[in-house]
């Protein structure tokens, strides 16, 4: 067990939906990220928050958005969904953030998007 | 940029023999390395990792990686494997200051058959 939650594990939603995607850092992390993994792209950086701020982007879409909250959960927001946003969505969390702290990344047990 | 290209998609290896993963980045500035093993229907975990100091890094289950820096190498090795190392394996890279970007390659699907 990692320490990290991701809920739901499994969501099977139509094209053109919205889901909202949740993470739960370890205790004490204030860098949470989050990754797609694909069949076909492997694992993708999509963006990552420290302490509520935003700090690193990746190959996030316009219609993907993310936050993180005050007590550090984050949540991943994924609109106008199509087909192709069917993946495995990964949240990670890390005990740093800032430069000179170098932290392993924890990954939760993702959460499968089936759009249909 | 920053790139992590793992050239094996695949790697079959029997029972009780030597395997090697391999992984090559690329980026203009130091980075720190990890490798990352994913059993199925669970996330990744860290099998082991790179900052600096001694180039050989030894990690979890028997693991071990050589850091090359002039060949921008970070290649996996175990002596032996087991059924159980039947696993896709992450290599990643994040920068030594700045950004806290980790980049992961493609992975690698180790099966390791009796």
């Known amino acids: 067990d990692s320490g990290v939650t991701q809920t739901p594990k499994h969501l099977i939603t139509a094209t053109g939906q919205r889901v909202t995607l949740r993470c739960s850092p370890r205790?004490?992390?204030?860098?949470v990220y989050w990754y797609q993994q694909s069949l076909d792209q492997g694992l993708q950086f999509l963006i990552q928050y420290y302490n509520g701020e935003e700090r690193a982007k990746g190959n996030i879409l316009e219609r993907f958005s993310a936050q993180q909250f005050p007590d550090l959960h984050s949540e991943l927001n994924l609109s106008s969904l199509e087909l192709g946003d069917s993946a495995l969505y990964f949240c990670?969390?890390?005990?740093?953030?800032?430069?000179?702290?170098?932290?392993?990344?924890?990954f939760g047990e993702g959460s499968r998007l089936t759009v249909l | 940029a920053q790139s992590v290209t793992q050239l094996d998609s695949q790697v079959p290896v029997f029972e009780e023999a030597p395997v090697e993963l391999r992984c090559n980045y690329s980026?203009?500035?130091?980075?720190?390395l990890f490798w990352y093993v994913q059993y199925p229907n669970q996330g990744l975990q860290l099998l082991l990792k790179y900052l600096s100091g001694s180039t050989l890094v030894k990690g979890i289950n028997g693991f071990e990686a050589e850091f090359n820096k002039s060949q921008t190498s970070f290649h996996l090795r175990k002596p032996s494997v087991h059924i159980s190392d039947t696993a896709e394996y992450f290599c990643?890279?994040?920068?030594?200051?700045?950004?806290?970007?980790?980049?992961f390659g493609t992975g690698t699907r180790l099966k390791v058959l009796a």
């Open positions: 980026s203009s500035v130091s980075v720190y």
């Open positions: 205790s004490g992390d204030l860098s």
């Open positions: 990670a969390s890390s005990a740093s953030g800032l430069a000179g702290g170098v932290g392993e990344l924890f």
């Open positions: 990643a890279a994040r920068p030594s200051s700045g950004t806290y970007k980790y980049i």
